[in-house]
Structure formats: structure tokens, C-alpha cells
């Protein structure tokens, strides 16, 4: 069954402390994006990947980390810098050409 | 940059009414258009996309999106909504040869039974 998983579903952190948020994807698709999802926000571009080893910051980078070593992982690091890390994140990928994104089911964080 | 306009964020009407939303991108250039939903609990999942072609798009679930070039506009409609359309729709536009997405801040749409 292909598809797209994160985990955790939820997850909390303390304040200061550094969370890796997983995404891995058995589609085989080269191209994989991090959203995060704010109320009324809509969705906004953290950081993307188009191949292995090599990725892009989106529009809200700052505070947040990523690497791309297995085609079918793209894992998110929110740092302690991130000033305001509560929000759900959704991960994405695609086949490059074909610009339809398919999503995972999200994991929600909240900072205690 | 780049942006995406959709309109009346909430949106609450009654089983059997039309519903019409509306999406404006910014972007002059080609365009890929999308339109995705969020029902409660699930994951985003495409409703209907257009790359070319015919600007009046079909997607699942009886919707349908119109591509009005001059307007810069990707309106999403359905003639007769029901309870299970409740959920939260996204507008989004990607420049053509680009993998990125620009969405909109979404519809939160309620259908009352």
C-alpha cells in the first residue's frame, strides 16, 4: 500500500529542546516538501528536497532543519531557535514534472 | 512573491445550496492550478488540478473548477453541496516548471444537514 507516513501523530516538546519530526514516503518519488499549517494561515513552505543530499529553503525556514540522505526519508529537525513552533505539519512529495504534491497525515506539535 | 487569494474564510450554508469559492493567484506567467481538501481527521488529498487544455476542470465528488485566464482566476464550484462536503478547501498555484506551491489560506466550509 503506497503512500506517505509521519510520526508522530502528536508531540510535544518542552521549550529549548530540539524535536525531529519523520517523514518517509514509499511512492518513489524524488521530490518531498515540509508544510506547516496555522489556523487560517493556509499552508507555508518550510523546506523542500528534489533529490538526495540536495534541498531548498521555502518561505519559512528560520528555526528549522532538514537533510535528505535516502530517497525515501526526509526528516524535520524544529530547533529551539523555531520562536514559535506549535502548529501541524504536513509532508508532501511528488514525481519532478509532475507537479501534483500527494500529503501524509500530518503530525500536530505542541510546545509545553 | 508570488500569491494566493481566497476569499471568506468561513463559508456555512445548508445541504442542496450551491457553493462557489474563490481563488486569484498574482503570478502572470503559466500556471498549474489546484484545488485540495481537508475533510475533518484526513489527510489533504487532491480534489481536481488543471495544467491545460479545457479551462472547465472536473474533479471528484461532483466539483468542478473554471480557469479564466484574463481574471486570474481558478473558482471552484459544486450545484448542490452535501453534509459530507464539510471540510476546509485550499486553493494552489504552481508556476510552470516549478516544483514549488503557492497556497491560499483555505475555505473553511460547513454544510449544515
Known amino acids: 500500500d503506497g503512500g506517505i507516513t509521519q510520526s508522530p501523530k502528536y508531540l510535544f516538546r518542552k521549550e529549548g529542546q530540539n524535536v525531529t519530526l519523520s517523514c518517509e514516503q514509499n511512492?518513489?518519488?524524488?521530490?518531498m516538501y515540509w508544510y506547516r499549517q496555522d489556523p487560517g494561515q493556509g499552508l507555508r513552505l518550510i523546506y523542500y528536497?528534489?533529490?538526495?543530499?540536495?534541498?531548498q529553503k521555502g518561505d519559512i525556514a528560520e528555526g528549522y532543519s532538514v537533510s535528505r540522505e535516502k530517497k525515501e526519508s526526509f526528516p524535520l529537525t524544529v530547533t529551539s531557535a523555531q520562536k514559535n513552533p506549535t502548529a501541524f505539519y504536513l509532508c508532501?512529495?511528488?514525481?519532478?514534472?509532475?507537479?501534483?504534491?500527494?500529503f501524509g497525515p500530518g503530525t500536530r506539535l505542541l510546545v509545553l | 512573491a508570488q500569491s494566493v487569494s481566497q476569499h471568506n474564510h468561513h463559508v456555512i450554508l445548508s445541504e442542496a445550496a450551491s457553493l462557489e469559492l474563490g481563488c486569484n493567484y498574482s503570478?502572470?506567467?503559466?500556471?498549474?492550478l489546484f484545488w485540495y481538501v481537508q475533510y475533518p481527521g484526513q489527510h489533504l488529498q487532491l480534489l481536481l488540478k488543471?495544467?491545460?487544455?479545457?479551462?472547465l476542470v472536473k474533479g471528484i465528488k461532483g466539483f468542478e473548477a473554471e480557469f479564466i485566464k484574463s481574471k486570474f482566476s481558478f473558482n471552484l464550484r459544486k450545484p448542490s453541496v452535501q453534509w459530507s462536503d464539510t471540510a476546509e478547501y485550499f486553493c494552489?498555484?504552481?508556476?510552470?516548471?516549478?516544483?514549488?506551491?503557492?497556497f491560499g489560506k483555505g475555505n473553511q466550509v460547513v454544510v449544515i444537514p
Open positions: 508532501a512529495s511528488s514525481i519532478p514534472g509532475e507537479e501534483t504534491q500527494y
Open positions: 511512492l518513489n518519488h524524488d521530490a
Open positions: 528536497s528534489q533529490i538526495v543530499n540536495d534541498f
Open positions: 488543471y495544467f491545460s487544455g479545457d479551462p
Open positions: 494552489a498555484v504552481n508556476i510552470y516548471g516549478n516544483n514549488r506551491l503557492a
Open positions: 503570478y502572470g506567467g503559466t500556471v498549474n
